[in-house]
């Protein structure tokens, strides 16, 4: 088993403070905080990805609005239990913050695809029969819930989704298999039905896979997945 949990789950990200920081937690008498990154997209929406952070990486004006901001760390779940019902929170923990120089906005415009970083690697088991499916356009797609092991005998479950080729072959994933997965974090607006009639709006948060490995197996049925996809 690999027990290497830094190289299981780690994650880079560049993106501009949106909104105000909260208080998360404390551990020991050391504070944790919350807060918003706004991380663009190639097409030109924008992804807003909670980040977890100890009060012992961030200066008084780190988190101020519109700041630019390096983040390394992981993208972790935790269960929340809200009218008697569980629910699967994620954040990234950040390990390492890093402000980042702002260029002129020519230069902006000319790097911009340059400069975007989102970028996620995951090693973990698939713990839930990937789901498949196509839209009415007949887009491919399947769902997937990665077991990713972390110190302490923890473990933090990720959503993903895959996309057409990678979306075929995860159909056949079975339940235990060893993945490795890189991708990006995105953010997603869903609607909430309650039994009462009522809809609430809610944001999911998920890793778009880029590409898919199945790991610990013969070389000769290893598979690699690989699909560029630009996200809508």
Known sequence: MNTNYLENN????VGKVTGERKFSHEIYGE??????LEIPRLSGN????????????????????????LIKGQFRSYNSYENE????????????ITEVEESNEEENEMTRKDTIT???????????????????????????LLAVNRAYNKS?????IAWGRNARF????????????????????????????????????EVSV???EVINENEDEKEVQEENQEAV
């Open 10 to 13: 780690y994650l880079t990200l």
């Open 31 to 36: 504070k944790f905080y919350i807060f918003n």
């Open 46 to 69: 924008s992804d807003i990805i909670p980040i977890t952070v100890s009060e012992r990486l961030i200066k008084e004006d780190t988190l101020n609005e519109g700041k630019k901001l």
């Open 85 to 96: 019902k569980n629910r699967l929170i994620l954040t990234v923990f950040a390990k390492d």
């Open 118 to 144: 989102n970028e996620v690697v995951l090693v973990g088991y698939i713990c839930k029969k990937p789901i498949y499916r196509q839209t009415p356009f007949g887009r491919e797609i399947s769902d997937l």
């Open 156 to 160: 933090d479950y990720i959503p993903c």
């Open 170 to 205: 995860c159909q056949n994933l079975e339940v235990g298999t060893e993945v490795k997965i890189v991708g990006r974090v995105q953010s997603r607006n869903y609607e909430k039905k309650h039994e009462d009639g009522t809809v609430e709006t809610r944001v999911a948060y």
């Open 210 to 212: 880029g590409s898919l």
